[in-house]
């Protein structure tokens, strides 16, 4: 009953490894937005912040297939990244990981805005008067002060990430071994007369996950809390 | 030499000042809260940008308006020690101590880690978080992490206003010692007139976001017009003076000014040092005769100057000691009494016991002079 057959393995390790590289390349894009939008004021700040929000409030289906449109071997950005950098991303697992990117980016940009409106500018400014650069505060002041939101933002994103249905379905298919994650196949296995018992393994496997994911970044967040507070 | 002309409009508040002083010893800018101490000191940090003017140190400009000259604020050179100590509280101790060392040029750093941590008594602190501090430790190792950024320049913004009176005292004597030992230049901003008699040479009087006064601390402390900025409650004189003799047997120490002498309870500081008394003027009665039967030690002969405010219950009596101007509050009824007025001959009664340490302030650059006369360090 518990021994995972070949095909739930596969499914559990595409998983895995979609959302640490949905993680690994939105997390930096992230924070570049997040502090965008907290520390900077520009035209059209209420357009960006719109945008990055969009997934959390369009049908996942829609995101797919505005993915499709663009990022489709026809799609104006899938075709430059086609000819320039030999990359595609439709129908394959890395379409897969910008899927459960663009899904999970308006919960990553959330925790990090937060923690870096949290931040004590005083501090900053405290830095810049003892000699450091802007570029030098962030790195040695603002960032480490903000660690407990990035470890939040990267939590909450895999965690996303690993549960991404609609927009993944829409944009990359269900193949296996190639875009089948972990949901995926949970749909796959809901809809063969057989397939009962896998369904509940992977469920299993799915909150197990999510558990985990939690309880690691609460303890993390524990300990950040308590080097910072002393 | 520090000159600023600067202009800048904040929410509800207009800053527009005119300074000019020179930059040795302690400068201090007094005003209430919101005069616009603190805006001042930050532009001059480069933390907030003026709408116009100029600032330069020594010659370098720091900001000027017409040009658009804004040097950011870690080119300065300048130490800030804040009021609330700004510690970076996920560094340890050493770690913030050797923040701005590490970034100051090498061949600009005459102080050590080393001498700073000996200095401000910093030894068993180093491995600690700022979390694990006292309001004290942490002003502390503030202070001795701006100095270590080797400013040219430091500036104190009310460093000891969220300290209790203990507190004050343990970090006054570190700040007396980076004056006289390491002769750093400072500005310091403060509301707190005693602080200031122990510790600055010249005084700015800062009112509305308007430089009202500029001078040396004894000369503007003495002004009747200035009266209202120097504070009421604690107004005073504050008189130079030099420490002439000790008195072993009832521990009491003389100080000499040109008006007379003055007997307060012992210091322990040599022959000759220079020191600064403030001498409230609540502290001071007057008497048309010198009286000869009671506990008043310092019984001085003076003429009256000025009256000040005659319609109150109180009378502020500024009387001439000498060349020495001190400042007496008396009641409205005894000043009808002895029928005081300008030209007339009184004395000046203080009870020692009011000349306490919180009095006194030791004038700056003496020290070297001191070890010179083989008095020994103090």
């Not at chain 1, 719109?50 to 950005?77: A, D, I, K, S, T």
């Not at chain 2, 005084?203 to 402390?221: F, K, N």
Request: net charge positive.
């Amino acid at each position: 009953m518990l021994e995972l057959t070949p095909l739930e393995w596969e499914a559990l390790l595409l998983s895995l490894r979609v959302a640490t590289l949905s993680v690994v390349v939105s997390l930096p894009f992230g924070l570049f937005i997040a502090w965008l939008l907290a520390r900077r004021d520009f035209a059209g700040k209420i357009l960006l912040d719109g945008l990055v929000h969009l997934p959390l409030v369009v049908p996942p289906v829609v995101v797919g297939y505005l993915l499709l449109l663009l990022f489709g071997r026809q799609g104006p950005l899938g075709a430059w990244l086609y000819d320039h950098l030999g990359i595609t991303l439709a129908f394959n697992w890395k379409g897969a990981a910008l899927a459960a990117a663009v899904m999970a980016f308006p919960l990553m940009v959330r925790a990090m805005r937060l923690s870096l409106e949290a931040v004590d500018r005083k501090l900053e400014s405290a830095a810049r008067t003892l000699g450091a650069g802007r570029l030098s505060v962030f790195v040695t002041i603002t960032l480490p002060l903000m660690w407990p939101g990035l470890l939040t933002a990267a939590i909450l994103g895999f965690a996303r990430s690993l549960g991404e249905f609609g927009a993944t379905i829409t944009f990359v298919s269900n193949i296996p071994g190639e875009t089948r994650t972990l949901p995926l196949a949970l749909y796959s296995l809901i809809q063969s007369p057989d397939g009962e018992a896998g369904a509940l393994r992977l469920t299993v496997i799915a909150v197990v996950l999510a558990l985990a994911a939690l309880a690691a970044s609460e303890l993390l967040a524990r300990r950040i809390k308590r080097r910072l507070e002393g | 030499m520090l000159e600023l002309v600067v202009k800048k409009r904040l929410a509800a508040f207009a800053l527009d000042v005119e300074l000019a002083c020179e930059t040795s010893g302690i400068v201090a800018l007094f005003g209430r809260s919101g005069a616009g101490k603190t805006t001042l000191v930050n532009i001059l940090a480069g933390l907030i940008r003026p709408d116009s003017g100029r600032v330069a140190l020594d010659g370098e400009v720091l900001y000027d308006g017409a040009s658009g000259r804004h040097l950011p604020p870690e080119r300065r050179r300048l130490g800030y020690v804040f009021q609330e100590g700004r510690l970076f509280p996920h560094m340890t101790v050493r770690a913030n101590l050797t923040y701005g060392y590490k970034r100051a040029a090498p061949d600009a750093r005459p102080i050590g880690l080393d001498q700073i941590v000996a200095l401000l008594g910093l030894e068993g602190l180093l491995g600690r978080r700022p979390a694990d501090l006292s309001g004290g430790e942490k002003q502390r190792v503030a202070l001795g992490r701006a100095l270590l950024a080797n400013p040219r320049l430091l500036l104190m913004d009310e460093p000891l206003a969220a300290l209790d009176q203990p507190r004050k005292e343990e970090i006054l004597p570190f700040i007396e010692r980076l004056r006289d030992e390491l002769e750093i230049p400072m500005v310091y901003v403060s509301h707190a007139m005693d602080e200031l008699v122990r510790l600055a040479d010249t005084l700015v009087l800062m009112s509305d976001g308007r430089v009202a006064a500029v001078g040396p601390i004894d000369e503007l402390t003495s002004r009747l017009d200035l009266r209202p900025l120097t504070g009421r409650h604690e107004a005073g004189a504050v008189i130079p003076a030099r420490l002439a003799g000790h008195d072993r047997v009832f521990g009491l120490s003389d100080l000499a000014f040109p008006g007379g002498r003055l007997r307060v309870p012992r210091l322990a500081v040599p022959l000759g040092t220079k020191l600064r008394v403030r001498i409230r003027a609540r502290d001071v009665a007057l008497a048309l005769s010198a009286p000869k039967d009671s506990s008043f030690l310092n019984v001085l002969k003076g003429r009256v100057t000025e009256l000040g405010g005659e319609q109150g219950p109180l009378v502020d009596v500024l009387l001439d000691l000498g060349g020495t101007p001190l400042w007496a509050r008396i009641t409205n009824l005894s000043c009808q009494k002895l029928q005081l007025a300008p030209g007339k001959e009184v004395f000046a009664l203080i009870k020692s016991v009011a000349l306490d340490r919180h009095a006194l302030g030791r004038i700056a650059g003496e020290r070297r002079f001191l070890e010179s006369e083989d008095e020994g360090s103090p």
